[in-house]
Nanobody
Framework: VQLQASGGGLVQPGGSLRLACTASGRTLNDYAVGWSRQAPGKERELVAAISSSGTETHYQGSVEGRFTISRDFTKNAAYLQMNSLNTADTAVYFC????????????????????WGQGTLVTVSS
């Protein structure tokens, strides 16, 4: 499956962005989805994950309460709604897909994903 993240851009602190993840080759609906990010000079970190069923989610502590991961089965897409952005959220964001045996399971580390797409840059700056 080929993944494409989109929706990044420049936003002021306190602002919001919604990232989208779309797939080609196979339906994204068969996969658990994760969003990771990598800031300059830092390791990639997983910030949010959702099961293929859409019923289970996980968030990294620094984004919990501000970011929301979701998926739209009719559009074969997943999203990351990011609110109350701050400069520490500046990074390239990637979406990943993992094919898991159970539809209610998720992977909470970036290494657990089978596929990653090209990222989209999010810059939070005044």
């Amino acid at each position: 499956v080929q993944l494409q993240a989109s929706g990044g851009g420049l936003v002021q602190p306190g602002g919001s962005l919604r990232l989208a993840c779309t797939a080609s080759g196979r339906t994204l609906n068969d996969y658990a989805v994760g969003w990771s990010r990598q800031a300059p000079g830092k390791e990639r970190e997983l910030v949010a994950a959702i099961s293929s069923s859409g019923t289970e989610t996980h968030y990294q502590g620094s984004v919990e309460g501000r970011f929301t991961i979701s998926r739209d089965f009719t559009k074969n897409a997943a999203y990351l709604q990011m609110n109350s952005l701050n400069t520490a959220d500046t990074a390239v964001y990637f979406c990943g897909a993992a094919q898991l045996a159970l539809s209610t399971t998720i992977r909470i580390t970036a290494r657990g994903y089978d596929y990653w797409g090209q990222g989209t840059l999010v810059t939070v700056s005044s």
